[in-house]
Structures are given as C-alpha cells and as structure tokens.
C-alpha cells in the first residue's frame, strides 16, 4: 500500500484543496510511524496507547478475541439508496476512487482476515468505553492518569485548523486539524470550540472537548451509510453537555 502511494501522483495541486482519504491516510501515519520506530501501527498504539491507558482497543485483532466481536449489520438497500450510496457513485469520481477500490462492504468487515488487518484508518476495533478513553486522554491535555500520550504544545499544534472547505471526496465543507475533524457549524460536534475528534464507518463517533475537559463516544454494530457519524448520536451527546450545564 505504501508503495502504491508513494507511486501516486496527486490529484490535484498540493496545498489547493482537500479530500477525504477513507483507507489511505492510516497508511500514510502508519509508515511514518513504522519508519521512525520500527512497529507497524497496531503494536505502537498496543504497547504506547491502548496499553498504558487500560483501553480496550485494538488495530490488528488476534484470533482469541473473535467471540468478543459484535456481528456488523449493513445499512439496508433502502437506506444505503436513500443517502446515495457508494454503489451509486460514479467510479471514476473521487468518491468512487474512494469508496469503491476495491468495494468496501460490512460483511468483509466480518470475516477474521479484515479483523486480523491493520488498516488503521479503517478497523480499529473496541467499544465506545475504550475510545473515550484515549480520547479522555486528549482532552485532558494530552495525560490521563499518569500516563501522557501528547505535550499540550504538540496538543495545540494537532488542533490548529489546517483548511476548512468542501471536500472534493465527501462533497460537503469540513474542518480540519493535523488528522482531526474539527468542530464547526456543518459538523458540529459540541458548544465550546476546541472540540475535535473523528467520525467512523457507520455511524460512530469519538472526540474530545478540551474546553469542558470531556470525552465521548458512540460505537454500534448496527450500521448506517457514512462515515461521518449519524443522527443516533445526537441524544446522548445533547445529554452530556444537559448534565456538565447543572
């Protein structure tokens, strides 16, 4: 994969647009990792992240963890049609570069190959616990018990907005830090505004609120299209601020 990207000739002027990589930006991290300290993803984030903090998540699942795994269940053909799905894109569009190269689907998601995968922007797998969690650890200033993951130097850096627009892959505006969507008002993720986090394959969603000093997370199996998260986050995420305003 590192090879086929670095074989790659962008898409359009570099620095003049932006567009969302789907599979391809954890490779592009993942390398740059692996280069400077010889682990792939997986093990970094096992033996610096997931490890230290006590978080029970995972990008490379061993086999003896299958029967902890929820089963994903796919958007319906109704629902996956009525917010134009990826079997509708053209395939030569960037969405369709995108989305359908090869074509991606929840029942890959299911078999042990993917789950034993490192793809890291893509099958990380865990539970809503486990990513608020690391994403506590984030909005605390980057230390959570002891255990520090960021600098809040490096931290300020990572949120600073890098470009703010429509995405030529997604098709609608979006703001973005160093790998972080950012809080604004087409994704809004919270009130206060250095609030960042990331959006998952079918509906979840993790981030922190540095202002507020609070993570959090919603995980599913029951899948809707997207990547962005979905509207079944909205009450829980409503709720948590409800009880930080008391």
């Known amino acids: 994969m590192v090879d086929a990207l670095a074989a790659e000739s962008p898409w359009w002027v570099p620095g003049s647009a932006s567009g969302y990589h789907a599979l391809t930006f954890g490779y592009l991290v993942g390398e740059v990792v692996r280069r400077i300290t010889g682990k792939t993803l997986g093990t970094f984030l096992r033996d610096h992240v997931a490890g230290p903090l006590g978080a029970d998540f995972h990008i490379g699942l061993a086999a003896t963890e299958d029967e902890r795994v929820a089963e994903m269940v796919p958007p319906t053909t109704e629902e996956a049609a009525a917010a134009g799905g990826a079997a509708s894109f053209d395939p030569e569009s960037l969405l369709g570069k995108a989305t359908r190269n090869p074509p991606l689907t929840a029942e890959m998601a299911n078999t042990r190959r993917w789950r034993g995968a490192e793809i890291p922007a893509a099958n990380g797998h865990g539970n809503a616990r486990s990513v608020a969690r690391v994403m506590a650890a984030l909005a605390c200033g980057g230390e959570l018990d002891g255990v520090r993951l960021l600098s809040e130097s490096t931290?300020?850096?990572?949120?600073?907005?890098?470009?703010?627009?429509?995405?030529?892959?997604?098709?609608?505006?979006?703001?973005?830090?160093?790998?972080?969507?950012?809080?604004?008002?087409?994704?809004?993720?919270?009130?206060?505004?250095?609030?960042?986090?990331?959006?998952?394959?079918?509906?979840?969603?993790?981030?922190?609120?540095?202002?507020?000093?609070?993570?959090?997370?919603?995980?599913?199996?029951?899948?809707?299209?997207?990547?962005?998260?979905?509207?079944?986050?909205?009450?829980?995420?409503?709720?948590?601020?409800?009880?930080?305003?008391?």
Not at 173 to 186: A, E, N
Not at 188 to 217: E, K, M
Request: glycine residues 16%; charged residues 15%.
């Open 155 to 246: 931290l300020a850096r990572a949120i600073e907005e890098q470009c703010y627009g429509k995405d030529l892959v997604l098709g609608f505006p979006i703001r973005w830090g160093l790998g972080f969507m950012m809080g604004s008002p087409d994704l809004p993720l919270g009130p206060n505004p250095r609030t960042f986090g990331h959006g998952g394959w079918g509906g979840s969603l993790g981030f922190a609120d540095l202002d507020a000093r609070v993570s959090w997370a919603y995980v599913m199996n029951k899948m809707s299209p997207g990547t962005t998260g979905d509207t079944r986050a909205a009450g829980p995420l409503m709720a948590l601020y409800a009880s930080l305003a008391l």
